[in-house]
């Protein structure tokens, strides 16, 4: 079945700093994948997404690149501010799986002033 | 996107009761939506998928006489956990699909049976 891994968190970065956080996935089909956000005692907030391979997805400053060769979506950020804090997950949707999502265990991100 | 609103966004009640949860489309015709289930830091683990007039579809081993969900209109679906226990306790979140890979999702409902 579809599967998404995503790195174990907690994250705690100084703010500017540099963020990656590396998802890879497996899944049959051609699926699309996606970074959501939630901030604390919230629902979760589509933050970008990239459909087909090679794809970049962006937003507010975060980007992620579809790979197909090594099944990745890592999310960077140049630049992380207190305001980003937040548990991230990866995800993906399958047309093979009657278009559910498949969740990573989430990283929460600590940005620090 | 889509505008997806849940009510209530917590609740608190006695074991053995039920409760409903509401999760709204304001702004969108929703024939599919979804139902989670999120454990305190972790992942989401979908729960059921609401049909517009017909049944839900269960995942594996999500009990349907438990989490009994109704999808009467385009923009309202139902969650109702019935005889509710405090291992019922959980953050509950809807979403609604707007096309093949897009979903909205509600803000949440935090539910806790004592």
């Known amino acids: 079945g579809d599967s998404v891994t995503q790195m174990e968190g907690p994250v705690t970065l100084s703010e500017e700093a540099f963020l990656t956080i590396n998802c890879t996935y497996t899944?049959?089909?051609?699926?699309?994948l996606f970074w959501y956000v939630q901030y604390p005692g919230e629902g979760l907030q589509l933050l970008l997404k990239?459909?087909?391979?090679?794809d970049k997805g962006s937003n507010k400053g975060f980007e992620a690149t579809y790979r197909k060769e090594t099944t990745s979506f890592h999310l960077e950020k140049g630049s992380v501010q207190v305001s980003d804090s937040a548990v991230y997950f990866c995800?993906?949707?399958?047309?093979?799986?009657?278009?559910?999502?498949?969740f990573g265990d989430g990283t929460t991100l600590t940005v620090k002033p | 996107g889509a505008v997806v609103s849940q009510h209530p966004s917590w609740v608190i009640c006695k074991s053995g009761t039920s409760v409903k949860i509401e999760c709204r489309s304001l702004?969108?015709?929703?024939?599919?939506m979804f139902w989670y289930r999120q454990f305190p830091k972790q992942s989401l683990m979908l729960m059921a998928t609401?049909?517009?007039?017909?049944?839900?579809?269960?995942e594996q081993g999500v009990e349907k006489d438990k989490f009994l969900i109704n999808h009467a209109s385009l923009t309202l679906s139902t969650l109702t956990v019935t005889s509710a226990h405090p291992e019922d306790s959980s953050f509950y979140i809807c979403?609604?699909?707007?096309?093949?890979?897009?979903?909205?999702f509600g803000p949440g409902t935090r539910l806790l049976v004592l």
């Open positions: 899944a049959t089909g051609y699926p699309s």
């Open positions: 609401s049909n517009e007039g017909s049944k839900a579809t269960y």
């Open positions: 990239a459909t087909k391979a090679d």
């Open positions: 979403s609604v699909r707007t096309g093949p890979e897009t979903q909205y």
């Open positions: 995800a993906l949707t399958s047309n093979t799986n009657a278009g559910k999502s498949t």
């Open positions: 702004d969108f015709q929703a024939t599919t």
